[in-house]
């Protein structure tokens, strides 16, 4: 069986201008190549909507799997939701909730987290928070159940 491929695209003003370090993008890729993703493309966009959905769009067609990390709080330069909601093809609320499940039990802050998740074509794209802490632990909330939402995705939908 080949293995899967994956991408990361951090959404930060201040990665995207070098100001700071890519630490949750890194985080996502090694706890990636740990679950048996390859990991194909890593990218970084500044806090712009136009941006973000650009680069997802281009992204989702050269991976199964697309992480974003970042711009999914409650400021006003957040809008990797938005950007993300003008590309999904078809939402997937479920993850989400395992998502904001897992962080509400490490703080009552990740009730203001505003992620997305669903599938554009075959590919499945999730938001994760922009903190390395926040971004893991919503990847590992998902991680048992994305196998089957790519086998789904991808037209499998003989059940199991």
Same mark, same amino acid.
């Given at each position: 069986?080949?293995?899967?491929?994956?991408?990361?695209?951090? *959404?930060?003003?201040?990665?995207?201008?070098? +100001?700071?370090?890519?630490?949750?993008?890194?985080?996502?890729?090694?706890?990636?190549?740990?679950?048996?993703?390859?990991? *194909?493309?890593?990218?970084?966009? &500044?806090?712009?909507?136009?941006?973000?959905?650009?680069? /997802?769009?281009?992204?989702?067609?050269?991976?199964?799997?697309?992480?974003?990390?970042?711009?999914?709080?409650?400021? &006003?330069?957040? *809008? +990797? &939701?938005?950007? +993300?909601?003008?590309?999904?093809?078809?939402?997937?609320?479920?993850?989400?909730?395992?998502?904001?499940?897992?962080?509400?039990?490490?703080?009552?802050?990740?009730? /203001?987290?505003?992620?997305?998740?669903?599938?554009?074509?075959?590919?499945?794209?999730?938001? /994760?928070?922009?903190?390395?802490?926040?971004?893991?632990?919503? /990847?590992?909330?998902?991680?048992?159940?994305?196998?089957?939402?790519?086998?789904?995705?991808?037209?499998?939908?003989?059940?199991?």
């Amino acid at each position: 069986m080949t293995r899967r491929r994956a991408a990361v695209l951090t *959404v930060s003003d201040g990665v995207a201008a070098g +100001t700071r370090q890519d630490d949750s993008g890194h985080a996502l890729q090694e706890d990636l190549t740990a679950a048996g993703f390859e990991v *194909v493309a890593r990218g970084v966009v &500044p806090d712009d909507r136009a941006a973000i959905a650009s680069a /997802l769009a281009d992204l989702a067609d050269a991976c199964d799997l697309l992480l974003t990390t970042g711009g999914t709080g409650f400021g &006003p330069r957040d *809008v +990797t &939701p938005e950007a +993300t909601a003008e590309i999904l093809e078809r939402e997937a609320p479920g993850l989400v909730h395992l998502m904001l499940a897992r962080g509400i039990e490490s703080t009552p802050m990740a009730a /203001l987290s505003r992620p997305r998740a669903g599938g554009r074509g075959s590919t499945l794209i999730i938001n /994760l928070p922009g903190s390395p802490a926040g971004a893991r632990s919503g /990847l590992q909330a998902v991680l048992p159940v994305v196998g089957h939402a790519l086998d789904l995705l991808g037209g499998d939908t003989e059940h199991q």
